[in-house]
């Protein structure tokens, strides 16, 4: 079946616009996560949803970044007022359990090709 | 905190040659423990995974890692690389909190092959 795809794949956005990156995760995956990758480094996370609830966001970097996954399938990150320092490569993954599943080989994540988003 | 380090920010090997990639880790308990690979432009591809049991691990595309715990590494291993194999790898661990696998990623080490 289809991967995770995220679209747009690349996006270049005024500072102070408000961008909307979107991810369609493999279809019955219940775990969706957001990664945010800089040039350069590995990627690190943001954001966290089992279903349509938002279990952690601890990793969002400041409140003009909010996620959503109202029905528990697509997901979309939102950057408001962007800054420079929002310029990365933003990585979505999804799987298809957690917790009670831990061990039974259907806790591997898998990303999409990303978004790359340049704010100039 | 968990941590990964790749110590290799950039290594080059000769084609036909074999690789090794190290990975270090810093976690209270056993962690669950991935390699990734990245191609330029392209998503992580998963190559393998180690959650418990047999500590040398068999992924994709003849990689292999050894979990050893004493040493709290696992490196990645290929006997002969393959021009393809040039790209970044990734190691990263999964926190064992219950429900939520966030993974922390190490800061990859670009893998470029020579003729």
């Known amino acids: 079946g289809a991967g995770v795809s995220q679209s747009p794949r690349y996006k270049v956005a005024k500072r102070g616009q408000d961008v909307a990156l979107r991810c369609d995760p493999i279809?019955?995956?219940?775990?969706l996560f957001w990664y945010q990758q800089a040039l350069g480094q590995g990627p690190e996370f943001l954001t966290y949803?089992?279903?349509?609830?938002?279990?952690?966001k601890s990793g969002l970097p400041s409140d003009r970044f909010f996620a959503e996954r109202p029905e528990g399938s697509v997901s979309t990150l939102k950057i408001q007022r962007t800054q420079q320092e929002d310029s990365a490569v933003y990585l979505c993954?999804?799987?298809?359990?957690?917790?009670?599943?831990?061990?039974?080989?259907?806790?591997?994540?898998?990303f999409g090709p990303g978004t790359r988003l340049l704010v100039l | 905190a968990q941590s990964v380090t790749q110590p290799d920010i950039h290594i080059t090997v000769s084609e036909g040659a074999s690789l090794e990639l190290r990975c270090n880790y810093s976690?209270?308990?056993?962690?669950?423990l991935f390699w990734y690979v990245q191609s330029p432009g392209q998503g992580l591809q998963l190559l393998l995974k180690y959650f418990s049991g047999d500590t040398l691990v068999q992924g994709i595309k003849g990689f292999e890692a050894e979990f050893k715990r004493s040493q709290s590494s696992f490196n990645l291993r290929k006997p002969s690389v393959h021009w393809s194999d040039a790209a970044e790898y990734f190691c990263a661990v999964g926190l064992s909190n219950f429900g939520n696998e966030k993974l922390t990623f190490g800061t990859g080490t670009r893998l470029t092959i020579i003729p």
């Open positions: 976690y209270g308990a056993t962690p669950y």
């Open positions: 993954a999804s799987s298809l359990e957690q917790g009670e599943a831990r061990g039974k080989g259907q806790e591997t994540q898998y």
């Open positions: 949803f089992q279903n349509e609830a938002q279990l952690d």
């Open positions: 279809s019955g995956h219940v775990s």
